[in-house]
């Protein structure tokens, strides 16, 4: 059974930083791409960053782009993604998503597995 298991979410203040971690069982780690997601109340999921299965590319929105990022550590089957520079509207819950040999997808109907989410709130 493959589970994705977030963690790291919580209240911080604008300007803080946060690690989120993506815990995974059940599948061959090494070989999945993997996403973060996220989506704030009343919006659709938009996509946050993504790796390679490989792990030597990255991916970010616009909006995350050089204050967030993600890595993976496949000895641990883990995705990281690090949050600096936290803005009120990077207040969301936050979603790990997995696809097989995953190439980097923004698109979250390409991702096979998600997780049950990490809240992620940022006080002005």
């Known amino acids: 059974q493959v589970q994705l298991v977030e963690s790291g979410g919580g209240l911080v203040q604008a300007g803080g930083s946060l690690r989120l971690s993506c815990a995974t069982s059940g599948l061959a780690f090494s070989n999945y791409g993997m996403g973060w997601f996220r989506q704030a109340p009343g919006k659709e999921r938009e996509f946050v960053a993504a790796?390679?299965?490989?792990?030597?590319?990255?991916y970010y929105a616009d909006s995350v782009k050089v204050r967030f990022t993600i890595s993976r550590d496949n000895a641990k089957n883990t995705v990281y993604l690090q949050m600096n520079s936290l803005k009120p509207e990077d207040t969301a819950v936050y979603y790990c998503?997995?696809?097989?040999?995953?190439?980097?997808?923004?698109?979250?109907?390409?991702?096979?597995?998600w997780g049950q989410g990490t809240q992620v709130t940022v006080s002005s």
């Open positions: 790796i390679r299965w490989s792990g030597v590319s990255t």
């Open positions: 998503a997995a696809v097989r040999y995953g190439v980097g997808s923004k698109q979250a109907s390409d991702y096979t597995y």
